[in-house]
């Protein structure tokens, strides 16, 4: 039996960043709020929120995850998710599809609708998708998280990222350009490439600045405002080799005339099709792409042509 999605409740979301007390900068009975969509202003507490400013140097609301509303006298009515919904000021060293926490029943997982909010003192950064937010390490941080669900598969839907830093960088990850065709843009004078790569054998796009990438393997990291550098993997590569030979153990491969080896860590992409997603084997007659690991095995098998 496979669970269901549950539904979504219908709620505007924010992180308080700041709130009025006595080492705080901003005016009496106001708040400072990140939305979902990076926006940072600042309110009066309206009188009928359940969740109000204490006057004092215990920050209570900071960093935690509230609903709002905005009142018709410009005010911000703001109120304490479910707790099955939000987890306020939730460590979190790196990125995870998977979360466990103290006042989340279950595990919730992020997926490809999974919006990141990256806040820290100067910079505010939004990003779109699991695997395009790669794993953050953001020192002093904390994270709070949104989960729209109550019951079946719980979806993480927000994630609120706090960095003592002015901004956050993405580790390294595999990405596989399967167009040397860029779409062209240009914002605020900065061109702008958007290339169609497969990222953990899903099809979706990085944006970046550089325009003469090759159709072939990449390691990428994605900044803050989701502008992507993508960079000719650490170790060796074997670009289009055809596979002659599959060890029947699942512990070697021969293509191109060469022993690869595999191991438990090995992951198989087929990227002939779009979404084609993961693959169990490798076959005789395939065209692939390796990229090896730092120990010489196989890190990344892509199959850019079936047999």
Do not use: H, W
């Amino acid at each position: 039996m496979v669970a269901g999605t549950a539904a979504e409740v219908n709620k505007n979301y924010a992180v308080v960043k700041e709130v009025s007390n006595s080492i705080s900068s901003l005016d009496l009975d106001r708040v400072q709020l990140v939305m979902t969509d990076g926006t940072v202003a600042t309110y009066y507490v309206n009188a009928n929120s359940t969740r109000q400013v204490v006057d004092g140097t215990d920050p209570i609301l900071t960093n935690n995850v509230v609903t709002y509303a905005i009142q018709a006298d410009g005010s911000v009515k703001i109120t304490n998710p479910a707790d099955d919904y939000a987890l306020g000021d939730v460590s979190v060293a790196a990125k995870q599809t998977a979360y466990t926490a103290s006042g989340l029943t279950g595990t919730a997982y992020a997926n490809s609708s999974t919006v990141y909010i990256f806040y820290g003192s100067s910079t505010i950064g939004v990003i779109t998708g699991v695997n395009n937010a790669g794993a953050f390490d953001t020192g002093d941080s904390a994270t709070s998280i949104v989960v729209p669900t109550t019951t079946g598969t719980q979806l993480v839907k927000y994630v609120f990222v706090r960095s003592s830093t002015s901004g956050v960088s993405t580790s390294a990850k595999y990405a596989y350009v399967t167009s040397a065709a860029p779409v062209v843009t240009v914002e605020s004078s900065v061109t702008y490439y958007t290339y169609t790569v497969a990222i953990g054998g899903a099809i979706t796009t990085l944006k970046t600045t550089q325009s003469s990438l090759a159709k072939a393997p990449y390691t990428y990291t994605t900044n803050t405002s989701g502008v992507s550098t993508l960079s000719t993997p650490s170790y060796a590569v074997a670009n289009t080799v055809t596979v002659s030979y599959v060890d029947p153990a699942g512990a070697y491969v021969i293509a191109g005339g060469t022993v690869y080896t595999i191991d438990s860590s090995t992951v198989i992409y087929d990227i002939t099709t779009s979404g084609a997603g993961a693959a169990a084997t490798l076959a005789a007659d395939q065209v692939v792409t390796l990229v090896m690991a730092s120990d010489g095995d196989i890190a990344v098998a892509y199959i850019t042509t079936q047999a």
